[in-house]
């Protein structure tokens, strides 16, 4: 028993070091611009296309499964305002923080696992190149700018798959529809979307790039990192959002 606890805090020191030494070479020069920009290429643009297409239909099924409990009181004209709060302070940072959690936390994982166990990262070190600064603080740096991009991506997306299911039962013209959506939004909502997304960007990038950093065990080590990349992010992601729920409700 000891022994476990022992390793556990361990392994909490080991994640703090990472952490610090990873957010310090955030802010220290040299500055990885060029890495930075590719890194968010890789993150943003090659994501859209699944992040797009998953909010749209999140958006449609979203208004339709609300559709019957709101005409039971004859609710049915809030059906707009309704979906405008869902989407835009809760579901869209967290679908594409689940899908970023996925697609780019594994493919972190993956990368950075099969450069440490080929022992690349080791002769980055002999060379001079500090691993850390170009591996890790500028993956940190692209999820952590792409999430929140994403996010009002798959919001805006996720709002006109709502229009399109409301549009099908409803003769309402997508000017009445956005009027109502960005009528009942306030400043706070959109703060609360940005601030999800900022942590949940953050915490990706650094999950999936300290797994895969202190990945073991050869090739069969880099299935294992890319897997627990996934896993431990989206597991952060959710534990974030329970605490992010009881922060925000403060201001409610």
Do not use: H
Not at 76 to 87: D, R, Y
Not at 167 to 180: C, G, N, V, W
Not at 236 to 241: G, P, S
């Amino acid at each position: 028993m000891n022994e476990r606890i022992e390793s556990f805090l361990m392994e909490l020191s080991k994640i703090f070091q990472f952490t610090k030494k990873s957010c310090r070479e955030i802010f220290l020069p040299p500055y990885e611009f060029k890495e930075i920009v590719r890194q968010c290429y890789e993150i943003g643009w090659k994501s859209m296309s699944l992040i797009g297409m998953t909010s749209f239909i999140v958006g449609i099924v979203f208004t339709m499964q609300s559709r019957p409990s709101l005409a039971k009181f004859g609710a049915t004209a809030m059906i707009p305002a309704m979906v405008s709060i869902a989407i835009v302070r809760a579901l869209a940072p967290l679908v594409t923080a689940l899908i970023s959690s996925g697609k780019i936390g594994s493919q972190i994982g993956a990368e950075l696992s099969s450069m440490k166990v080929t022992e690349q990262i080791d002769a980055m070190e002999v060379s001079g190149t500090n691993p850390i600064k170009f591996l890790i603080s500028t993956r940190v740096v692209a999820t952590t700018i792409m999430i929140p991009i994403l996010c009002f991506y798959a919001a805006m997306l996720g709002l006109l798959g709502g229009y399109f299911s409301i549009a099908e039962k409803d003769q309402m013209s997508i000017l009445a529809y956005f009027t109502q959506v960005f009528g009942i939004l306030k400043f706070v909502d959109l703060g609360a979307m940005v601030f999800r997304a900022v942590t949940f960007g953050f915490t990706i990038g650094l999950t999936s790039s300290y797994v895969g950093y202190y990945a073991k065990n050869g090739t069969q080590g880099v299935g294992k990192a890319s897997n627990s990349a996934v896993v431990s992010s989206m597991f952060l992601v959710f534990i974030e959002e329970l605490l992010i729920v009881q922060f925000l409700s403060v201001f409610n």
